[in-house]
């Protein structure tokens, strides 16, 4: 039998059953990450190498070493993810890959292997957009939420506001018109003489220092008509500060101006967010990407969304930050929708939500 006619079989068995142990894939940027998920919610395994310690040297992600990085681990990761969820391939019902938006060499390896396992197993290859597959990580986490709900993502490459539909469809309801937040804080970082990765390192400076000591600019951030953002504004001023306080030979406390610096980046997204529930009448609000592992954002928005009378919803730390079970999560939605592609996938290096199929 053809393979397009096996994978359209086995397609079929799963919509009708309504039941799929999905094997995931994730290769986007720095991370290499494989998982087993069943039925879009439980998490069997889910395994990553992370190639933090690689790019260390140079202050961030070198996309040539990354690729070559994912080249080196998939095929362990993988192996050792359907190890440690007690499985073969021929417990597997289908294969998802994140096709975009990310680092086009670091995709076309995650994507390449997944077609090589597509084809051999004649099993279905589902195509994941990674930002979906972010926002999908709390359905793992929280088996009891169910769409409609906001979810405020918040990435190294993107900071958006996202209507999720009951059928799963999505929705960009406002975004970043320049840095997405974890830039903003990468950047920060810098600027503030931190290792890569910044985010975390200046999440842990802050930790010491007085959020009220140093103020930022609004931009148009405290603007109630529209639900975009700015933060490129945050990084300058930062610069600035440092700047000023050298040229008059001031001492200039760090941890004051991170925690300053986080406190502000924290309350633009938390307002945007409860405003944007508040203008579209959303119950709940959930939180996702890589920094939605900061522990003050997740606080300060449960606080402010709980006293807004919403439930708030956020992922563990681990389910954050990249991981491949969030995109066998996302997969599952389209599986059943019979969302599944063709051995000529492509990478996209950018893609928008609404866009992805
Ligand atoms: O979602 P993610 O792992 O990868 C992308 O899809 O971009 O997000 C990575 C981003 C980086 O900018 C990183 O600095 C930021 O998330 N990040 C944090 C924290 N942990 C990761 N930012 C602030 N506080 C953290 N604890
Ligand atoms: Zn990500």
């Not at 992922?315 to 997969?331: R, V």
Request: glycine share 8%.
């Amino acid at each position: 039998m053809s393979y397009q006619k096996e994978v359209q079989e086995k397609l079929h068995l799963i919509q009708n059953k309504q039941a799929a142990t999905i094997l995931a894939i994730e290769s986007s940027c720095d991370e290499t990450a494989a998982a087993v998920v069943q039925n879009g919610r439980e998490l069997v395994s889910s395994l990553l190498f992370s190639q933090i310690d690689l790019h260390k040297a140079y202050g961030g992600v070198v996309p040539e070493i990354a690729s070559r990085s994912h080249v080196e681990k998939i095929g362990l990761i993988t192996k050792q993810a359907l190890q440690e969820a007690q499985m073969d391939l021929s417990q597997i019902d289908a294969i998802a890959v994140t096709a975009g938006p990310g680092l086009i060499g670091c995709l076309l390896v995650g994507l390449s292997y997944a077609k090589g396992l597509s084809l051999a197993r004649r099993l279905p290859l589902v195509p994941v957009h990674h930002i979906r597959g972010h926002i999908c990580a709390n359905l793992i986490a929280h088996p009891d939420l169910q769409a409609p709900f906001l979810c405020l993502v918040v990435s190294g490459g993107h900071s958006h506001l996202v209507a999720v539909e009951d059928d799963m469809s999505m929705r960009v309801l406002g975004r970043t018109v320049d840095d997405a937040a974890g830039e903003a804080f990468d950047k920060a970082a810098r600027a503030l003489g931190l290792p890569y990765p910044g985010g975390p390192e200046l999440e842990k400076l802050a930790q010491n220092g007085d959020k009220e000591a140093f103020r930022f600019p609004s931009a148009f951030n405290d603007d109630k008509d529209h639900l975009n953002f700015s933060f490129s504004g945050l990084k300058t001023s930062i610069v600035n500060q440092m700047h000023n306080a050298a040229q008059k030979n001031e001492p200039l406390n760090k941890a004051d101006l991170a925690a300053s610096f986080q406190a502000r980046l924290i309350q633009i997204l938390t307002d945007k967010a409860l405003l944007a529930c508040q203008q579209y009448g959303y119950q709940t609000l959930a939180l996702a990407g890589g920094v939605a592992s900061n522990q003050s954002l997740r606080k300060h928005m449960q606080d402010k969304a709980e006293t807004a009378g919403l439930r708030f919803v956020c992922p563990p730390k681990e389910l954050c930050t990249d991981n491949a079970a969030m995109i066998g999560s996302a997969a599952y939605a389209q599986l059943l929708k019979g969302q599944i592609a063709d051995l000529s996938l492509n990478g996209r290096a950018s893609w928008r939500i609404e866009d992805a199929i």
